[in-house]
């Protein structure tokens, strides 16, 4: 699992691996690199980044990349893959209930160099299904690219979560220049 903090990190990675060229748009993917607000599909970036820093770094997952002893799951996040990696960060972050204290992220947690199709065979015993389990929350991160429910693995979560009465919620993105809008707000009522 990552720590909010680790994904403030893995954001400030992938915007300085594109800025280098490590991360760069494909015919699937045609992302705009200077876009910071949606960003390259998480497909992308796993194979660009996750794959390689992690079988650089020689660990199974960016997670235990980050906390190599591991930490406990307090927060499951399900998303689709194809949304923007910056738009994930940031709604993941901005929604993050408060007293949680790590997220499953799969992307992150998973070990992607491995073939986890072996571990599937039982959904119900999947390290999916497992980190769900201990969560205390899930959290669904709806994308501007393509319905989460697209995704059968997505299906499924939200069915393991609602019958194993986790607490649900919908991720939502930051409002930008909020701060801004409410001292002007004050100012002018004020």
Not at 33 to 57: C, N, R
Not at 180 to 185: D, I, S, V, Y
Request: net charge positive.
């Amino acid at each position: 699992c990552v720590s909010k903090e680790d994904l403030r990190h893995f954001r400030r990675a992938v915007r300085a691996a594109i800025s280098q060229g490590a991360v760069t748009p494909t015919l699937r993917d045609p992302f705009d690199p200077a876009d910071d607000t949606i960003g390259p599909s998480v497909y992308t970036v796993t194979e660009q980044l996750i794959k390689p820093v992690t079988a650089q770094a020689a660990a199974a997952s960016w997670a235990l990349m980050r906390n190599p002893e591991g930490v406990p799951c307090d927060l499951f996040v399900t998303h689709n893959w194809s949304e923007g990696v910056f738009e994930f960060v940031d709604k993941v972050l901005h929604c993050w209930p408060r007293g949680a204290g790590c997220a499953y992220c799969c992307m992150l947690s998973n070990p992607q160099n491995l073939d986890l199709g072996s571990l599937l065979g039982d959904p119900k015993a999947s390290p999916f299904a497992a980190a769900l389990k201990s969560a205390r929350y899930v959290l669904v991160v709806p994308n501007s690219r393509r319905s989460i429910y697209a995704r059968i693995w997505c299906i499924y979560e939200a069915y393991l979560g609602y019958t194993w009465n986790k607490l649900i919620l919908t991720a939502s993105a930051p409002v930008r220049g909020l701060r801004r809008r409410m001292l002007l707000l004050l100012v002018i009522f004020c």
